[in-house]
DNA sequence: TATGAATGAGTCTTCATTCAT
DNA sequence: GATGAATGAAGACTCATTCAT
C-alpha cells in the first residue's frame, strides 16, 4: 500500500484553506499576537500550531527553527513601523514635522503593542551566551535613518553630521522610553494618557529659540 | 564500585565554603549576572547553581521557588536604584539637581546594566496570561516618587499635582529610553555615548531662557 | 558522532506499534497492573512508560496528567464492577440473589485484585492536607446502589428505607473486608479460601429459620 | 578551637527537652499522627523533624530508615489494638463477649483512626516489587488470636479447628470492611453511624437458634 | 549528640524537533 | 505538503540520606 492509498484510506483530512504563501502570513500574524501577548519564551511551537489550526511538525515547512519564525516575526514589526514612518514623513514640515512623526511613532507602539514590543521589547535568542546581535534591531536601522530624515528636514541644514544623529538618537530614546513604559506597565498610576503623550512630542524639541512674540531676543 | 569509592574517586564532596548569608548573597549576585545576561526565562535554576558550584537543591535552600529569586533580585535592583537616587537628591538643587538626578539615573542603569535590565527590562511572570503585575515596576514607584520630589524641587511650587506628576513621567519615560536602549542594543551605531547622554540629560528640562508664563509667547 | 549516525547506532527509533486508542488501553492496563502491584504513589511516569515500551512524554499524548490517568484507571475498574453486578442482578431472587451478588462482588475483587485495589484502597489525592474526597468511591456510590435495590429485591417491601440501608451497608462492608483483607495480605494463614467465601456470604443474611413474627416457617 | 567551643560561640540551640529514649516516642506519635493524617508516601522525614521539633538528620539516629520508622509505627499500632482486645477479653462470656470484642475493636478503629490505618489500610513498602510481606499484619496475627480466642470462649466446644479459624476470619473480615470504610471514606451518605455500627455487631453472629422471644429455648 | 549544609536520584511535566507515513 | 506519533533534553522542584562540624 503506497502513501496516495493510505492517506485516502484513513481520510486524514489536511486543511485546504490558504496552503503556501498565506500559510505562512497566516502563521506570522497568530505569532506576532501570541508573542506579544504572552511573550516568546511563553509560546510554544505547539500554541502557535494550534491558533492556526494547523500541525506543529507543519510549521516546520515555513519555518526551519521557532527561532527563524520569530526573526521573520521581528522583521516584519519593524517593517511595520517603517512603513508608518514612511507614510507621514512627506505630510508636514518644520516643527510640525517632528510633532507628526513622534505621534505616529507613539500611535504605532500604542494601537500595535504586540508588533512593537516584537520589535523593540523582546528578548530575542542569544546563542553564544552573550548579548544578541539582535536581528530586529538592525533591520530597524532603516526606521532609524527615516526618523533621522525627518530630523534633518526640521532642523534645516545648520547642524552638523554628529548634532543630527545626536540628536535623533536622544528623540528616538525618549519616545521609545515612552512606548516601552506604557506598553509594559500599564498598571503603573499614569498621569492622563493623552495629556503625557502630547507633553512629551512636545518636549522633544527645544522650544523655538527666539521668543517668538513680544520681546524678541536672541 | 560502591558510591563511597565513586565519591573518592570523583571527589564529590561536600563543598563546606560560604554557607549562609554569604552563600545567599553569592546566589543573588550570580543569578543577577546570568538574568541580565540570558534574560530570566532563559536561565534555569540548574545553571544558577552550577554558576554557584552547588546543587541545584541547594538552591532551595536560600529560596524557595525560582520565583522567589528572581523577585528578590529584582528588589535589590530596585533597591540600588532608589539609594543612589536619594543619595544626590539632597546634593543639588534648582536645574543642577535635574541634571544630577538624570546623571545618576542613567549612570546606575550603565553601570549596573545587569539590575537595570532586571528591574526594567525583564518579562515577569504574567499570572494569567495577560500582562504582568510585575512586583518589580510596582516596588519601584519608590524610585519615582523619589524623581518626583526632585522634580518638585526644580519647578519650584508653580505647579499643580498633575503638572508634576506629567513633568516627572515624561522625564522618567525619557531616561528610562536611552538607559534601556543603549544597554539593550550597544552595537548600535551610537554617537558619542558620553555626549549622547549629557544632551539627553539637557533635554529633559526647557532651556531657562525666558520664563514663558505670564507673558504669553506663541 | 552527530545525532543521526548516533541514533543509527543506538537504533532508537520510532515505535509505530499500536498507535491511537490501542495505544490508550495498553497504558490503562499497564498502570491498573503497577498501580495494584506497587501502589499509586510507588508508580512513577516514568515506569508506566517504560512497561509500555514508550518515552515518558508520550503518556501525555493521552493523558494531560497523571492524575488524570490514576482517574481513569479508577473509572474503569468501578465500571467494570458495576457491570458485574449488573449483569446478576436479573439472575436470581430471594435469598439467592443476595448469594450472587455477594459472591459477585467477591469473585469481582479477587479475580481483579488490580481494579479492586485501585478503585478501593489505593490512596488517592487528598487536596487540602486532609482525607481525600475521592472521584472513586463517589463514582462507586453507583455500584452500592445497585447493590441497595438487590437488598430491596431480596428483602421485599416490608423494610423502611433507612432499614434497607443499614443492612445494605452492613452488607457491602462485610463484603468489602474480606475481598480487601484477601487482596491486601494474601500470606496470612488463611482457612480455604472457597470455604471461608462461601461462609461469609451465607453470613450476610439472617438464616431464613423461622420468621419469627407473625407466620412461622421452615 | 575545638566543636564544642564553636558550639557555645554560635550558640546554635539543642533542644533539651525529652532526649533518648523519650525522643523515640515523641517522633513516633508525631510520625503515627502525619501518616495517618497524609499519608505514609506524602509525609516527608522533613515533615516528621518538622513536627518533633528537631532537625531532620536527628530522625537518623533514632531510625536507621524512613521504612524502619514507619515499621515500628505500625507495630506501634498493632500493639494498641492487641492491648485494647486483651482489656476487654475478660469482660464478658457468651454472646455478649463477641459483642463487646466487635465493639472494642470498632472502637479502637474509630477512635484511634490514625494507628488502625497504620496498622491495616496503609500501603507499605514492597521492596522487591511484589507484594509485600507486611510487617504489621503479620505482628497482628496476635491480635488475630485474641479474637479467636473469644470466638472459641462464645462458640463452646462443639466446633471444630477450622470451623473455629473459618467463623473467626469471616467475622474479623467484616469488621475491618466496617471500619476501613468509614474511616476511609467519610463523606460516604452513610446510615447513622451508631446504629450501623450496632447492626453489624449483632451480625457477626448468627441469631440464637432457638427463637428467643415468648418461648424460651436453649 | 545534634545539626546546618549539601546532594544524587528522582518526581511530573513541557519543549522544539523529527520520523514514517 | 501535511500529519500523527514519538522523543531526547530540559524545566522546576522534592526526597531520603549523609557529611563535617
Request: glycine share 10%.
Given at each position: 500500500m503506497?502513501?496516495?492509498?493510505?492517506r485516502?484510506i484513513?481520510?486524514?483530512?489536511?486543511?485546504?484553506?490558504?496552503?503556501?504563501?498565506?500559510?505562512r502570513?497566516?502563521?506570522?500574524?497568530?505569532?506576532?499576537?501570541?508573542?506579544?501577548e504572552?511573550?516568546?519564551?511563553?509560546?510554544?511551537t505547539r500554541?502557535?500550531?494550534?491558533?492556526?489550526?494547523?500541525?506543529?511538525?507543519?510549521l516546520?515547512?515555513?519555518?526551519?527553527?521557532?527561532?527563524?519564525l520569530?526573526?521573520e516575526?521581528?522583521?516584519?514589526?519593524?517593517g511595520?513601523?517603517?512603513e508608518?514612518?514612511?507614510?507621514?514623513?512627506?505630510?508636514?514640515?518644520?516643527?510640525?514635522?517632528m510633532?507628526?512623526?513622534?505621534?505616529?511613532?507613539?500611535?504605532?507602539?500604542?494601537?500595535?503593542?504586540?508588533?512593537y514590543?516584537?520589535a523593540f521589547?523582546?528578548?530575542?535568542?542569544?546563542?553564544?551566551?552573550?548579548?544578541?546581535?539582535?536581528?530586529?534591531?538592525?533591520?530597524?536601522i532603516?526606521?532609524?535613518?527615516?526618523?533621522?530624515?525627518a530630523?534633518?528636514?526640521?532642523?534645516?541644514?545648520?547642524?552638523s553630521?554628529?548634532?543630527i544623529d545626536?540628536?535623533?538618537?536622544?528623540?528616538?530614546?525618549?519616545?521609545?522610553?515612552?512606548v516601552s513604559?506604557?506598553?509594559?506597565r500599564p498598571t503603573?498610576?499614569?498621569?492622563?494618557?493623552?495629556?503625557?503623550?502630547?507633553a512629551?512630542i512636545?518636549?522633544?524639541?527645544?522650544?523655538?529659540?527666539?521668543?517668538?512674540s513680544?520681546?524678541?531676543?536672541?
Open positions: 503506497d502513501m496516495d492509498t493510505a485516502l484513513t481520510g486524514t483530512g489536511r486543511k485546504p484553506k490558504g496552503m503556501g504563501p498565506e500559510r502570513e497566516e502563521i506570522l500574524a497568530h505569532a506576532l499576537r501570541l508573542f506579544s504572552h511573550g516568546v519564551h511563553t509560546v510554544s500554541q502557535i500550531a494550534g491558533a492556526v489550526g494547523i500541525s506543529q511538525p507543519s516546520y515547512a515555513y519555518f526551519p527553527t521557532k527561532q527563524a520569530v526573526e516575526v521581528c522583521k516584519r514589526a519593524f511595520a513601523l517603517t508608518r514612518m514612511r507614510a507621514v514623513i512627506g505630510q508636514a514640515s518644520g516643527r510640525d514635522l510633532a507628526t512623526m513622534g505621534r505616529a511613532y507613539v500611535d504605532f507602539g500604542l494601537s500595535q503593542p504586540d508588533a514590543r516584537v521589547m523582546i528578548e530575542v535568542a542569544r546563542p553564544d551566551g552573550g548579548l544578541a546581535q539582535d536581528p530586529a534591531l538592525m533591520a530597524g532603516e526606521a532609524y535613518l527615516l526618523h533621522r530624515e530630523v534633518v528636514k526640521v532642523m534645516g541644514g545648520g547642524l553630521e554628529e548634532a545626536l540628536l535623533a538618537q536622544s528623540q528616538w530614546a525618549s519616545l521609545h522610553g515612552l513604559l506604557l506598553i509594559a503603573f498610576p499614569w498621569v492622563d494618557r493623552e495629556r503625557l503623550i502630547e512629551h512636545d518636549s522633544l524639541l527645544p522650544p523655538p529659540t527666539a521668543k517668538p513680544r520681546v524678541s531676543g536672541t
